[in-house]
């Protein structure tokens, strides 16, 4: 039984990430088979899972693949854009009403978009998220893309995801967000980020963190980008979700078999309601040219990924060899549970044992429990092999705790706060955000 997906757009970020993320499901399906990919009727059935999962068709089954998605923004340029890129394409589209769109931004004031356009907005968006969920056989749940930093994407989006809770209480929710540069891209992002991360914590099963910081070194360092815009740290942050999105056969400890649904893997993920960040950690990553002249085999592939774990590395280069597991006093990064993805060539008989370590995890989470594994035949998006790792662990508390701080600093002096509280916010409001993340980074940093 195949699971739908609803992805909801936020904001300017949410619909540029989007908008390449269903392309990025598009190329995968119709990307030329290489020679040690699957037969064809395996490729069919692929291709049709994917369709159902994150696409429709019309009545009669035919026409060009529609995204199961609503497009959410307080301004009409990027949705504009968003879907004339999709149509462009000729391989999918977006449906013409699944939007809703104003004239008027947030001014990257999260108060602004949570307490003002979010009640406006309500009954419309909840409508169109009640006619997409109408076309699925079977709602697995529902993915939303946000950034921290912007007023419509961090506040709207909060309020939204608040609403989504309200209207489908037993649906997944995974909420994917944009951790802003550290060197800064709106002055009071770190008040976005907290009211954002606080209110979310509230009310989804599972955020997925990506940070600027990262994509962009990942941009620069190992796909060779000179001139890095944030179209390339969208492909990047898409080439993540979609190896953990894309459709592959999950071994549950039990021994069953199952497919890599939303509810399947976030109820491995998340064992416990007050730990719900997640990272994504993939391997390789190169540019196509270099592709074209690199070998590798799955125990080096393993291996780097495993050490890019406990070292909390972002990619497989500059990783920290000298963290080890076994070492008194070591500060490795420890885990509650981990997703291993296994694409292409010869991902069956590879060894994941070095995962199972339960060095790697909190003691109170059986051993069982903790590593889940998932192997798909198909070489995803031209990699002959490659690995992600979905990982619930302390990797995204450090940037957590130094956000608070900023914020917290900022409101000692109360800088901008009468910004906020024009639109409605009270000084409890913030101080209940600091609570709220301050017990996340205790609960995280005491694993």
């Known amino acids: 039984m195949i699971m739908s997906i609803i992805t909801v757009q936020l904001g300017q970020c949410g619909n540029q990430i989007g908008g390449q993320l269903f392309h990025t499901f598009m190329d995968d399906v119709h990307s030329k088979p290489l020679a040690t990919q699957v ?9 049709n899972e994917v369709l159902s999962r994150f696409f429709y068709c019309g009545e009669s089954g035919e026409g060009t693949p529609k995204a199961r998605a609503v497009m959410v923004d307080m301004e009409p340029k990027v949705i504009a854009q968003t879907y004339q890129d999709a149509k462009r ?52 749940g529902f993915l939303s893309l946000m950034s921290l930093a912007g007023g419509t994407g961090s506040g709207v989006g909060a309020y939204v995801t608040r609403c989504l809770r309200d209207e489908f209480p037993h649906a997944f929710i995974m909420n994917q967000v944009v951790w802003p540069y550290k060197t800064g891209e709106v002055i009071v992002q770190n008040y976005n980020a907290l009211l954002t991360l606080s209110r979310l914590y509230h009310t989804v099963d599972a955020i997925v963190v990506m940070e600027n910081d990262h994509l962009h070194k990942i941009c620069q360092q190992l796909l060779s980008i000179k001139k890095i815009s944030f179209k390339d740290i969208n492909r990047v942050i898409c080439h993540k979700l979609a190896t953990m999105l894309q459709p592959c056969p999950l071994n549950k400890f039990t021994g069953d078999i199952c497919s890599n649904s939303i509810g399947e893997m976030l109820e491995h993920l998340v064992p416990h309601p007050d730990y719900k960040l997640l990272t994504i950690k993939n391997i390789p990553q190169m540019s196509a040219a270099a592709q074209e002249f690199s070998t590798y085999q799955w125990h080096g592939l393993l291996k780097h990924l495993r050490q890019m774990l406990i070292s909390d590395a972002p990619m497989e280069e500059g990783i920290d060899w000298q963290v080890k597991v076994s070492s008194r006093g070591s500060q490795h990064n420890t885990s509650l549970a981990n997703l291993l993805l296994l694409r292409g060539k010869e991902s069956v008989s590879a060894d994941t044992g070095p995962f199972s370590d339960s060095a790697l995890y909190v003691p109170w989470i059986p051993p069982d429990a903790t590593l889940m594994t998932g192997v798909q035949p198909r070489a995803f998006n031209h990699y002959e092999k490659s690995a992600s790792l979905i990982s619930n662990s302390k990797s995204p508390v450090g940037e957590m705790d130094a956000m608070v701080g900023k914020a917290w600093d900022m409101f000692s002096a ?29 609960n995280y940093k005491h694993l």
């Open 39 to 47: 037969a064809p009727d395996k490729n069919e059935e692929y291709k």
């Open 89 to 140: 394409s000729g391989r999918w589209s977006y449906s013409e009403k699944q939007n809703y769109c104003q004239q008027r931004g947030s001014g990257n004031n999260w108060a602004h978009g949570y307490c003002i356009h979010g009640p406006a907005c309500q009954s419309t968006v909840m409508e169109l998220v009640r006619r997409e969920a109408e076309k699925c056989d079977n709602l697995g």
């Open 414 to 442: 109360r800088a901008y706060v009468h910004q906020y509280a024009k639109h409605g916010l009270t000084e409890d409001d913030f101080l209940d955000g600091f609570a709220t993340l301050e017990q996340v980074i205790s």
